[in-house]
């Protein structure tokens, strides 16, 4: 009986996670669009801070993450495929990414991208 009890406690636990997360996410984009930054501030933010940043694709390094720049610096992003790929991103392009930074204890931050545009 406890053995019931704890794997339904378990999974009730990782379905209202879900929830929270989706709630989360909603949050980051809204504070990301009113936070509009650099590459240098961006670096500069706590770790899941909201941001959109305006800037040029340089290079596709692998996979999801490319080599993003503006006028204060460069920075990885790191962009799901399922954004990518239908805009046939490529060197040069002019994007609008909104996302979060992300920080890590042994690699650069990088930007995790949930919404991104061409912009001409």
């Known amino acids: 009986m406890k053995k019931i009890f704890f794997v339904a406690f ?7 996670s879900g ?3 989706a709630k989360a996410d909603a949050t980051l984009i809204k504070e990301a669009t009113k936070n509009v930054v650099t590459v240098s501030k961006a670096k500069t933010l706590d770790d899941e ?11 596709h390094i692998t996979g999801d993450h490319f080599e993003f720049k503006d006028a204060t610096g460069s920075i990885v ?5 399922d954004l990518w790929k239908p805009l046939e991103l490529k060197a040069g392009d002019k994007v609008r990414v ?23």
């Open 10 to 16: 378990t999974g009730f636990a990782l379905l209202g």
């Open 19 to 21: 929830a929270v997360m």
């Open 49 to 59: 801070s909201g941001v959109t940043l305006t800037g040029t694709i340089v290079k």
């Open 77 to 81: 992003i790191d962009i799901d495929d």
């Open 98 to 120: 909104v996302g979060e930074v992300d920080k890590h204890r042994v690699k650069p931050t990088d930007i995790e991208v949930f919404q991104i545009e061409c912009v001409k």
